[in-house]
Each structure stands twice: as C-alpha cells, then as structure tokens.
C-alpha cells in the first residue's frame, strides 16, 4: 500500500511541472506575438517614408515615431495637424496621447469646462438669441395681457373725479319759469358747451318729485378754461329777477355701493378729439343726410279696390309716377303698395335734393281727384299689407271665374 501512495504522489507532482512549463511556453509566445506585431508596425512607417527627404541625417519616420526607452511606449505624430498618438497594447491601436495641449484643444471645438459642464458662451449662434428675444418679448407680452385681465376682474368701486378734468358747473337760484334753451343760452355766454352722442347740449335742469323745475341746473362745457369763466362772470349775477350762483360741480355718493349690480352698458362715443374739432371749428360743414331723406311716401294716389278688377292699373300707374316725378331727378325705384287702404307708393330718389323738390311739388297737389300727401319717409312704417286667408281664396276664385269666362268667349 506504502508503494502505491508514492506512487500516486510521484505523478501529481510531474502533472504539476507539465502545466507550469505550458503556461511558461504560453507567455513566451504572448511576448513573441507582441514583439512581432511592434516589428510589423514599425516596417510599415518605414515603407511609408521611404524616398522622403525630411532631414539628411534622419529618415522622416523617424521625425513622427519615436520611442520612450523608459516605458518602451510608441508615439506618433501627425504631420497634418501635429496631434500625438501612443500605442495601446491592450486595444492594439493608436490612441490620441492625453495632455494640456490636447484638453485646451478639445474645450476649444465643443465647449466644454475642465468640470465636465457644457459652457453657454461659446459658439452661439445667431438665430439663437433671436429665439431667446423672441421668447422674451412673447412672456412680456403674455404678462402684460395678464395684468389687464386681473385689472377687469378686480371689484368696482366709487372714484373721486380729478377737479382739473371736471368741467361741469352746478347753478343754483335760477327762475321757476326757465326752460332748456335759456339755459343754454345763458351758459354759452362763457363757453362751448359739450354735446353728446345725438348732439343735443350737456345741460340738465333737476326738478322735484312732482315735476316741477327745481331751480337748480348743471352744465358741462368743452373746455375747462370756461369753469373758470362762468364761475367768475355768472356767479352772484341777476338773471330775469333771481340772484344765481354758479360753482364748479362736486359729485358725491348717493347711496351704497353695490358690486354685485350688473353696470350699464356704455355707448359707443366718438373719440373725443374729433368731437372737440368739430366744436371749435369755424366753418359751417352740411351735416350728412339719411338715407331715408331720399325716398318720398305719396298717400291718396288710388283706392286698393280698383285694382282687384285691373291688376294692369299698376304698371299705369308706376309709369304716371316716374314721368311726372323724373321732373325733380334722378329716380332710383317706384313701389305702389296696392293693398295698402290708404293708396300709398314710395319714390326713391339719387340725391336727398331731389326728394325735397318733390315734396315741395306734390304735397296737397290734386291726382284723380283726391288731394295727395307727399312726405318723408320715418325709416320705420311698413307699408306693405298682406292679404288674409280669405281675400286669398277670393282672388283665386275671381281668377279661375275669369279664365273661364275667357275660354266660353
């Protein structure tokens, strides 16, 4: 048995040896490999510079590979833009070699700090800092609209009117028996004084719950100088036996207020400076006219009845209409309302002018023995008469007894 056991122990021993001298053998050849793929590298720059003529006394190759005989590492440097690459072992590749030189390079194409964080300041473009002004401007602009809808939304409430914009004067002591327009005519005398949006004057006389004129009046003038005026040349003055007093109007709150109450709709008003220039300019202009000044309603031109036995008296008529009215102008259309009771028809002239003239003419003028009415059209009677359900079925019956009373004959 002691035999055996030597033996056995014998064996393992020579298996260790046999795998020990493999590994060696192993490495050998690694550094063999190594060393000959550093040989085939280094004949290849060779072939590469051969017939240059960079330095007499040095191959070129030699100018870009060069050996450390400390760490026996490779370097090589490009000619082109004199970047140097060290050989990797590892890899078994040319690698760029990490330096100062190489770091302050990079930062200087792609703009990256030694920390690692991209830096905002190098190459920007353009059209980058239009966006941001673009996007600056539309934020302001969002902003703004913000505010004015926050100033809509925020609760109403009463306001002190500025006393240097006020132009209305309260006068007090006036006579009983005043109307508006000799207070008008009173208050004019230091100023113009304001319209507003139908162009009637900007005065108000206060009256008391029966109706009866209280005696005391306002008025709003155009301009503030004349405040002033009035106040100096009217108060304490005699006007038909009273003494009046005139003072720049205070408007004060009457009442509570309630925001809960829905405001008034506001008119649509011209703007002021265009009011203002009308007001104070010297010349006359003609006011424009409506578009219902041009059309003339005629009355009492015919009786309805007649033409449901002659419907042709019509176009007779429309033809008697425009080769007398065509006397004043241009005609534009004729209508004759033939079931209105009254035998009313409208002319439509070019000109307001026009329509005038004919008024002028055929107002109480005698046609078929009736005495006309020629007047303005008001913009808001409809003279057009439908007929009943009845007067409908007549007709028609007045009609088929017509058709056949033609085809017995």
Not at 146 to 168: A, G, L, P, V
Not at 246 to 268: D, R, S, T
Request: charged fraction near 35%; glycine fraction near 4%.
């Amino acid at each position: 048995m002691s035999d055996i056991s030597e033996h056995d122990s014998d064996s393992d021993v020579d298996d260790t040896k046999k795998q020990d001298e493999k590994k060696m053998m192993e490495t050998a050849n690694n550094k063999q490999d190594l060393l000959d793929d550093q040989t085939d590298i280094v004949n290849i720059l060779k072939k590469q510079a051969v017939g240059a003529s960079h330095d007499s006394s040095k191959p070129e190759w030699q100018h870009y590979l060069e050996q450390n005989s400390s760490n026996e590492v490779y370097t090589y440097t490009d000619p082109t833009d004199g970047t140097i690459y060290e050989w990797d072992q590892g890899k078994r590749g040319w690698i760029p070699k990490i330096d100062d030189d190489f770091i302050a390079y990079y930062q200087a194409n792609y703009g990256f700090t030694p920390s690692g964080e991209h830096d905002p300041n190098i190459n920007l473009h353009d059209d980058e800092n239009v966006k941001d002004e673009t996007s600056k401007v539309s934020k302001e602009k969002k902003s703004e609209e913000m505010k004015q809808k926050k100033r809509k939304n925020e609760e109403q409430e009463w306001f002190d009117i500025d006393q240097k914009t006020n132009n209305n004067v309260y006068v007090t002591g006036l006579p009983e028996n005043l109307t508006e327009e000799d207070f008008v005519t009173l208050m004019s005398k230091c100023g113009i004084i304001m319209e507003d949006d139908t162009g009637a004057k900007k005065v108000r006389l206060y009256k008391n719950t029966d109706g009866s004129f209280k005696g005391d009046a306002r008025c709003c003038y155009l301009k503030h100088e004349s405040v002033d005026l009035a106040c100096k040349l009217l108060d304490e003055s005699d006007f038909e036996g009273s003494k009046i007093h005139v003072e720049q109007a205070v408007f004060q709150l009457k009442g509570n207020f309630n925001p809960n109450l829905k405001p008034k709709k506001k008119k649509k008003k011209v703007r002021e400076g265009k009011g203002q220039t009308k007001l104070l300019d010297w010349v006359d202009r003609p006011q424009k006219r409506s578009k219902f000044d041009r059309i003339v309603i005629l009355k009492n031109m015919f009786d309805n009845k007649e033409f449901e036995n002659d419907p042709t008296l019509i176009n007779e008529l429309k033809a008697d209409l425009r080769s007398e009215c065509e006397k004043f102008g241009e005609i534009k259309k004729i209508i004759v309302f033939d079931r209105n009771p009254e035998g009313v028809a409208s002319i439509l002239f070019k000109e307001p002018e026009y329509a005038d003239k004919c008024i002028e003419a055929l107002n109480g003028r005698y046609y078929a023995k009736k005495v006309l009415s020629a007047t303005t059209y008001d913009g808001v009677t409809n003279y057009q008469v439908q007929e009943t359900a009845e007067e409908e079925a007549k007709r028609l019956q007045d009609w088929e007894k017509f058709i056949s009373d033609e085809e017995r004959t």
